[in-house]
């Protein structure tokens, strides 16, 4: 006998709240160990997103990651402006990150913009910088 599901509608299932809850990244130790949730496992998100270059693997669908390749050899007056937009654009593409602001750059090492911006989350905000060898 075939059972039959009763009450699932897949047509109009949804899903209306993204989880948090993941396993914890230590980053120095470079191991996973335990579980976190909501602000800490929020910069472990950004942190990954942030790491993973758009279209560099097929693990991820097209529109998880940044894509930073491209602006290597980039002048620097064309890079900073378009970080901007690409990090804001990576990380609103996850719905629990709600705006991307106040951007900070430092191009006092040579070959290298550094950029410093505040991440506001459904779980508080937090700062977060990113560097990208021009």
């Not at 335990?34 to 790491?51: F, N, R």
């Amino acid at each position: 006998m075939i059972p039959k599901t009763i009450g699932f509608d897949a047509d109009t299932f949804e899903i209306t709240e993204q989880p948090t809850l993941t396993h914890r990244m230590d980053r120095e130790k470079e191991y996973i160990k335990g579980k976190t949730d909501e602000i800490e496992a929020m910069k472990q998100a950004v942190y990954k997103i942030l790491m993973t270059e758009r279209y560099g693997s097929i693990i991820y669908s097209g529109n998880y990651g940044i894509e930073l390749a491209d602006l290597f050899g980039q002048p620097v007056s064309y890079v900073c402006p378009e970080l901007e937009r690409r990090i804001t654009e990576a990380l609103l593409w996850d719905k629990r990150i709600e705006n991307v602001t106040d951007f900070e750059f430092d191009l006092s090492k040579k070959g290298v913009v550094s950029v410093r911006f505040k991440v506001q989350t459904a779980y508080g905000t937090f700062e977060e910088e990113k560097n990208v060898n021009v």
